[in-house]
């Protein structure tokens, strides 16, 4: 089973299901050519597709267009359904940091034929995550700066603020669909800037001054 640590705590938490939020920052929507969706887009990945803090990701041999996306992570810290949008919070344990990693070539063909992402998003490791960092410790989650660099440059920076659908917004209309769960992690969508990763790249993402998460792109 896939755990996460909670961070300045000796304690870890049993991952659940991963859901996805596609379209969340305007600036992204325009570099993908896409349109903004009346309702977001929802996708899921397996608990097995993550990985932690300093593991690596795997550029598997069906791709040859690995993408990052880097993205802020709610982690929920009880069962609901039907949330309503001013109890969101109460459901939320904490945030981290981590990334939508995407095989574009494979999403790219999966969507010309109307087939389901499911490889392209939940391949192994297409789920790296950072430690998580209590709600208590974020007083505003919609004021975070999320970034992502390749090598030590950086390719993606955005202010939580872009965010189309907020923290609380995203936890009311997913769990109209989806009982949410102790442990479940929700994608809140990325910011402009993705690009193409290879073999030998260091991906550093961070929550600028509170989490940080490396992972190599290996074979
Ligand atoms: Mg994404």
């Not at 938490?13 to 596609?22: D, P, R």
Request: hydrophobic share 35%; aromatic share 6%; net charge neutral.
């Amino acid at each position: 089973m896939n755990t996460l640590k909670i961070n300045g705590i000796n304690k870890d938490i049993a991952v659940g299901k991963i859901l996805c939020i596609g379209r969340n920052y305007e600036e992204h929507i325009k570099e993908m050519k896409a349109k903004i969706p009346e309702e977001p887009v929802i996708f899921l990945k397996p608990a097995s597709s993550v990985v932690r803090n300093g593991e690596p990701i795997w550029y598997p041999p069906f791709s040859s267009d690995l993408q990052h996306e880097v993205e802020l992570v709610i982690v929920i810290g009880k069962e609901g359904k039907n949330i309503p949008q001013e109890d969101a919070y109460e459901y939320v344990l904490g945030y981290a940091v981590g990334l939508d990693m995407t095989l574009r070539d494979v999403q790219s063909k999966a969507k010309k034929e109307g087939l389901p992402w499911t490889i392209a998003k939940g391949f192994d490791t297409s789920a790296p995550v950072s430690d998580i960092i209590l709600k208590e410790k974020i007083p505003n989650p919609q004021n975070l700066i999320i970034t992502c660099s390749v090598n030590g440059s950086i390719r993606q920076k955005s202010s939580t603020k872009n965010m189309i659908s907020p923290v609380d917004k995203i936890i009311s209309q997913i769990s109209k669909f989806f009982t949410l769960e102790k442990g479940d992690l929700i994608f809140t969508g990325t910011p402009e800037g993705i690009s193409s990763v290879h073999v030998g790249d260091v991906i550093d993402i961070e929550i600028t001054g509170y989490i940080k998460s490396s992972h190599k792109v290996i074979k």
